[in-house]
């Protein structure tokens, strides 16, 4: 039996902060999709070339490499007994894809990361990520110990350029209009939760130990 934790919200409310937080918490291998993609093409695996051919044409990578992506990693012996999922499912073709790839007697948590708009953007604006690492830092409430520098490696610390206002707005359009189906397929099922996450990760942590265990 596994536990499964799937992080579900809009962009910027915090799913990669609070997956990194779990991971270490309660020892369940934190899953990123993104990151499986990027490792994927730097270790030129098989999978990993394939999705490069898509990725350096800046289209997406289609379902079917993702979820090959997905189901070799979940394989390793680290979570057997479980893991936390960040960045899939994003629509609904991809929840009937991962729903193949479970067991039965699994457990799933379906954390549906909440905050107002005007949150979110507050602190897209202000995030810096590490253009080495991938670290991930916040202006306000994580500044790095130098301005512009990673703590971790001394990587130059970047904005992405999808996290200016205008673009943000765009984004959570999109999300509010492509995750509804994926709502509403986890709440007939009876695995969604509402987690309010707009305060302090301390507080959302709560929230979510006393979901999952």
Do not use: W
Not at 39 to 65: C, F, H, R
Not at 97 to 103: G, H, P, Q
Request: proline fraction near 4%.
């Amino acid at each position: 039996m596994r536990k499964i934790i799937i992080l579900f919200g809009p962009p910027g409310i915090g799913k990669g902060t609070v997956g990194t937080s779990l991971n270490k918490d309660i020892k369940m291998p934190l899953v990123s999709v993104g990151n499986l993609l990027r490792e994927g093409v730097k270790n030129q695996s098989v999978i990993g070339k394939k999705a490069e051919n898509y990725m350096t044409k800046g289209e997406l990578v289609p379902d079917d490499l993702v979820l090959e992506l997905l189901k070799e990693r979940i394989m390793q012996q680290d979570a057997s007994t479980g893991f936390v999922l960040d960045g899939f499912p994003r629509n609904h073709q991809q929840v009937v894809m991962l729903e193949k790839i479970f067991k039965d007697g699994d457990i799933c948590f379906v954390l549906n990361l909440e905050g107002s708009d005007k949150i979110i953007i507050e602190r897209l604006s202000n995030r810096r990520i590490c253009e080495k690492c991938g670290a991930i830092y916040h202006l306000i409430n994580i500044p790095p110990k130098k301005s512009g520098i990673c703590d971790i490696c001394e990587g130059k610390l970047i904005q992405r350029v999808d996290d200016t206002p205008q673009v943000i707005k765009k984004r959570l359009d999109v999300f509010k209009n492509d995750t509804k189906p994926i709502l509403d397929f986890y709440k007939k099922k009876g695995c969604l939760y509402s987690v309010f996450a707009e305060g302090k990760l301390s507080e959302t942590l709560e929230q979510i130990y006393k979901i999952i265990n």
